[in-house]
């Protein structure tokens, strides 16, 4: 049989190795002066790391984490808020906009036409021509 | 039925409909393991203990989106995991202040005073040991010896490779064993 692994040795000692699989293993450990070496060292490392193992600690989380839940909630429907004012104000301003360009364009039909034969000009931008602009033949 | 002889899955269920009293209890249930596994991973109890309530809020966030495809304390500890290595803090810094105050930590060890010093001086030096592992390490170490993983559940729990945990591990294992080897008695 080949050496054990580390990783096996430190499986058996977290007892994550099955019966009789554990004890094919301790009787080549038996028999191996190195795996039993190796063994020994890491049984001394896995009982020294034990003195953590009896702490106790008498945290309670529920009353902070209740508080966190209970606090995102209202952070969320301020977040909600203010998002829905802005929103508001954005459709005002458009709306807004919108009504008193209606009405401008309304009570002058020639600058109407004129705004869009203007446009419609642009439109044809030139990439060569010193001003952008297409210009007339 | 009580809600103590729930699983952790059917409370998650619960938790998703909105009961308080199945949150609760699955608080209460895990608090301690996961408080000691950020502690252990950081060495400090303040982050640990923001870093365990963060955990929980997550779990209640995302309880309707829950599937139990694994065990459920594989999820908790993957979110505290990362929660920890999220953590940017000088670690060294922090493990020696939780190896100097061990004492906020009690023990059940009862009777012999002298007993009771020795078992907090062995703490110190487990603490100083770890101090020297790094972050990724600690984490091997701490979900093997003290949550009772297996290599292959801590791969699992970490999302790391199977073989990338078994390096760590073995690494880790070899760095504790030379630095408890510097406070004497270990080699007896």
């Not at chain 2, 699992?156 to 390096?167: H, I, M, N, R």
Request: glycine share 6%.
């Amino acid at each position: 049989m080949e050496h054990l692994s580390d990783i096996k040795m430190l499986d058996m000692l977290g007892g994550h190795i099955e019966a009789n699989e554990r004890e094919r293993y301790l009787s080549h450990i038996e028999n191996c002066a190195d795996c039993r070496k190796h063994w020994h060292d890491l049984r001394q490392v896995w009982g020294v790391l034990g003195a953590l193992e009896n702490d106790i600690c008498s945290i309670d989380l529920i009353p902070a984490v209740t508080t966190g839940i209970n606090h995102r909630r209202s952070n969320f429907f301020l977040y909600a808020r203010k998002l829905s004012k802005i929103a508001a104000s954005i459709l005002l301003a458009a709306f807004i906009g919108y009504g008193a360009g209606r009405i401008s364009m309304s009570k002058s039909p020639e600058k109407l036409s004129l705004v869009v034969a203007e446009t419609s000009y642009l439109v044809c931008l030139a990439p060569g021509s010193s001003t952008g602009l297409a210009e007339s033949e | 039925m009580d809600i103590q002889l729930h699983t952790d899955e059917q409370l998650m269920v619960a938790i998703a409909q909105g009961c308080m009293a199945e949150f609760g209890e699955l608080v209460t249930r895990h608090q301690e393991k996961v408080f000691f596994l950020a502690l252990r991973t950081l060495g400090q109890w303040d982050i640990a203990e923001d870093i365990s309530q963060e955990a929980f809020l997550r779990v209640y966030h995302a309880a309707n989106s829950y599937h139990p495809h694994a065990k459920f304390t594989t999820w908790l500890y993957r979110i505290v995991v990362n929660l920890c290595l999220d953590q940017k803090r000088k670690t060294k810094r922090a493990y020696t202040a939780i190896s100097e105050q061990t004492e906020q930590l009690e023990s059940n060890t009862e009777g012999d005073p002298a007993n009771i010093l020795q078992v907090k001086e062995n703490k110190q030096v487990v603490w100083k040991a770890m101090e020297k592992l790094s972050k990724r390490e600690r984490i091997v170490v701490v979900l093997h010896r003290f949550h009772g993983l297996s290599h292959a559940e801590v791969a699992d729990t970490t999302g790391w490779s199977l073989s990338a945990v078994e390096s760590l591990m073995v690494r880790s294992y070899r760095k504790l064993r030379e630095e408890l080897k510097k406070f004497g008695d270990f080699e007896k």
